[in-house]
């Protein structure tokens, strides 16, 4: 090979360096725009779950607090409050805890979890929020109060009802008829106060 054609192909192997790096450029900028693209269609649709997250909930919610205090006063309590949504703060600002419904009177209250579908998960979650409840009671109001939990939900899975029977809680089925809701009572001597 001459110097004349080792240069040339010196050449010509720069110019197809020179492209395929192009190549590699555009490939890397068209990437990071599906990226971005990508990333912005999550975010729209974490958007979008989250607001059907809470609609539904707001429609849970809005199905269970009409009828709730007289369906509770019915198994021999006598609830003249609801509190929805409530946030409990600590001294510090931070939150405690955050309760679904709070149903109260002078002596009483009842701090209700609502699903839409209520699993074990949430029943424990729950159990634990009422034992939080009560040791903080000095902060949630709950000093020389009778303390209740119950859970709601539109689907309730077996197991789920059952734990929470078996520790005291109250189990509320919401349901489409005009009755609305369907409250099974702990065994006597098994309702719960925490």
Same mark, same amino acid.
């Given at each position: 090979?001459?110097?004349?054609?080792?240069?040339?192909? /010196?050449?010509?192997?720069?110019?197809?360096?020179?492209?395929?790096?192009? *190549?590699?450029? @555009?490939? #890397?900028?068209? *990437?990071?725009?599906? #990226?971005?693209?990508? @990333?912005?269609?999550?975010?729209?649709?974490?958007?979008?779950?989250?607001?059907?997250?809470?609609?539904?909930?707001?429609?849970?919610?809005?199905?269970?607090? !009409?009828?709730?205090? @007289?369906?509770?006063?019915?198994?021999?309590? $006598?609830?003249?409050?609801? &509190? !929805? $949504?409530?946030?409990?703060?600590?001294?510090?600002?931070?939150?405690?805890?955050?309760?679904? +419904?709070? =149903?109260?009177?002078?002596?009483?209250?009842?701090?209700?979890?609502?699903?839409?579908?209520?699993? /074990?998960?949430?029943?424990?979650?729950? =159990?634990?929020? =009422?034992? +939080?409840?009560?040791?903080?009671?000095?902060?949630?109001?709950?000093?020389?109060?009778? +303390?209740?939990?119950?859970?709601? &939900?539109?689907?309730? #899975?077996?197991?789920?009802? #059952?734990?929470?029977?078996? $520790? &005291? *809680?109250?189990?509320?089925? *919401?349901?489409?008829?005009? @009755?609305?809701?369907?409250?099974?009572? !702990? !065994?006597?001597?098994?309702? &719960?106060?925490?």
């Amino acid at each position: 090979m001459t110097d004349e054609e080792l240069k040339s192909l /010196v050449a010509s192997l720069a110019v197809e360096r020179r492209k395929t790096e192009k *190549m590699f450029r @555009e490939t #890397d900028r068209q *990437m990071r725009e599906t #990226d971005r693209r990508i @990333e912005e269609r999550f975010k729209r649709l974490d958007e979008r779950l989250g607001y059907y997250g809470r609609s539904l909930g707001d429609v849970v919610e809005l199905i269970l607090v !009409p009828g709730i205090c @007289e369906k509770m006063n019915a198994c021999g309590h $006598n609830f003249t409050k609801i &509190g !929805p $949504n409530k946030i409990l703060d600590r001294e510090n600002k931070r939150t405690l805890t955050e309760i679904d +419904l709070l =149903l109260e009177n002078g002596e009483e209250s009842m701090a209700v979890e609502i699903k839409t579908d209520l699993s /074990v998960k949430w029943v424990n979650k729950h =159990l634990e929020r =009422l034992k +939080l409840l009560r040791k903080h009671e000095n902060i949630t109001g709950l000093r020389g109060k009778t +303390l209740y939990g119950a859970a709601a &939900g539109i689907s309730i #899975d077996s197991e789920a009802r #059952d734990l929470a029977l078996e $520790n &005291g *809680m109250y189990v509320i089925r *919401m349901i489409e008829d005009e @009755e609305r809701l369907e409250v099974f009572v !702990p !065994p006597r001597g098994y309702i &719960g106060r925490w």
